[in-house]
Nanobody, 123 residues
Framework: QVQLVESGGGLVQAGGSLRLSCAASGRTFSYAMGWFRQAPGKERDFVAVISWSGGRTYYADSVKGRFTISRDNAKNIVYLQMNSLKPEDTAVYYC?????????????????WGQGTQVTVSS
């Protein structure tokens, strides 16, 4: 079992930055971890994923160049640094974990999920 707890969401103006954190516990060894988001009335979409070693990262086209995912395995924490935020980034952001290869993450629903943290970007 893997438990995930997100933090760091909030309200920010367009152009601003936020850093989300995801604290993981349980059997996380070798798991890739990532972030998804869900806006009101829309499906949950892939945002970013990072491999266990941190050597591989993938991003949705909509966030490339603005968001950066990283992890600290010693602390069991995954981060999502979000810069140049836009109103369309407003959503509930979910941390996730799965042992599938990172190359498959855009097409899967990860096994483990956090409860989500709200990010609101005002124009």
């Amino acid at each position: 079992q893997v438990q995930l707890v997100e933090s760091g969401g909030g309200l920010v103006q367009a152009g601003g930055s936020l850093r989300l954190s995801c604290a993981a516990s349980g059997r996380t060894f070798s798991y890739a971890m990532g972030w998804f988001r869900q806006a009101p009335g829309k499906e949950r979409d892939f945002v970013a994923v990072i491999s266990w070693s941190g050597g591989r990262t993938y991003y949705a086209d909509s966030v490339k160049g603005r968001f950066t995912i990283s992890r600290d395995n010693a602390k069991n924490i995954v981060y999502l640094q979000m810069n140049s935020l836009k109103p369309e980034d407003t959503a509930v952001y979910y941390c996730s974990a799965d042992n599938s290869p990172t190359t498959r993450w855009k097409a899967i629903m990860p096994e483990y999920w956090g409860q989500g943290t709200q990010v609101t970007v005002s124009s």
